[in-house]
């Protein structure tokens, strides 16, 4: 066994994301001397959108200093909501909007994912516009990083946070590190209404923390909260609107691939129940602002555009985001040297909720692991092994089940069997190994 003292020993950390800024934030807490790299040349990036976290919400006290942990309701969708110790994720039926499944998530938040992250990297020194180039080991108990800026940083342990299409995945495995495309289409943006009636008609009819479900002809939808600026002002409040479907059921027919128009979007709503289909009807028009996601006709960016903006909606068109996944297989660490974590390590769908889970799980291991190693307890090549030990079991067990989820939930026949309706939104492992018909019954007392 070898020993480290906490002067000698440092994490690089490559990506800002919420992963990264958590490990950023344990590490912090527990004294180890860490840098953190960001590819993006700002804070700002121009789109939001909602997040869920519910059976990993015991790991962050570990991870966050008390003042942050006590500051986590600011960044809910709805701030001024008090959350309950079990929240219920609903499953609806798209066609006539009843309830198809209650879904009991204890600890469960939404959250909003730039206020989020704002949070999380409070006190934290970002090293912006920092994109990695390449990784090496000089010596046995070094790795050092360097970006295309220049800049080279030393440490004892590098640690890929870098997101689903990971820099640092392709420098230890080139070609198997390609997440794999899943044949369906996605669109994600927010929205605003003007009229005041119209947005407290949509949230009405929106059940509080998760409403998604699926429509009988096979697509899968979200809608729910994204901000609320002023809980007095409808006019302030935005809404997620999250729509995957598979490309036979493209809007378009002389056009399938993406991206589409508002009216392609309100073509493939249109049998939608309220308040869901006048959510979509209502875009396009003076009474409605779309954000996030929306490029102009020319090409350009916007991230803007309805009432109040110079934007004509109908002139926008939407991107398809891809739905993709990367089941993560062993690689070479070196030593203990690099190591990955959440969307770089098992990068996965999200019709299950389980990435932001999976993230802080996995931001837990690493921290925990890397304490012992500079406390002197284990070697860090030990150290790591146990992290990926479990790490790379429990994220390809869930990848896995994830894109059961999304394969099963466009086709109505096999999303009555599909992960979600059987065990709802708890971790794949612990079902495996535990009673878990009487997780799910305690979990329904609960609730």
Known sequence: MSTSRKDDFHVIIVGAGLCGLLIAQGLKKHGISFS???????AGRSRDWGMAYFWSADYLPYLLPEQLVDRLPEVQVDPFYKAQPVESMTVTNGLDGSAIKVVP????RRVGRKAIRKLFAEGVDIKYDHKLASISYPSKDKVIATFENGITAVGSILIGSDGGGSAVRRSLLGPLAEPKRLPLYMVNFNARY?????????????????DHGVHPKGMFFLMTLQSVPDPKKPETWSFQITITWPPEMSPNRDNPEPPHTIKDLQELTKDWHSPKREALQWLGDAEAVVTDGFFGQNGEHSTTAGFDTDVDPWQVVIPSDRVSVWVPEPWDNHDGRTTLVGDAAHAMTFHRGQGLNNCIRDAREVVSRVARHVNGEISLSDAVAEYESEMLDRGAAEVRTSMEQSLKCHNWETFQDSPVMKIGGNPIRAVENADWKKILAEQAQAA
């Open 105 to 108: 998530s204890p600890g469960g």
């Open 36 to 42: 953190i790299y960001e590819k993006e040349s700002t």
């Open 194 to 210: 003007r009229n005041p009636e119209h947005a407290v008609f949509i949230r009405s009819g929106l059940r509080h923390f998760v």
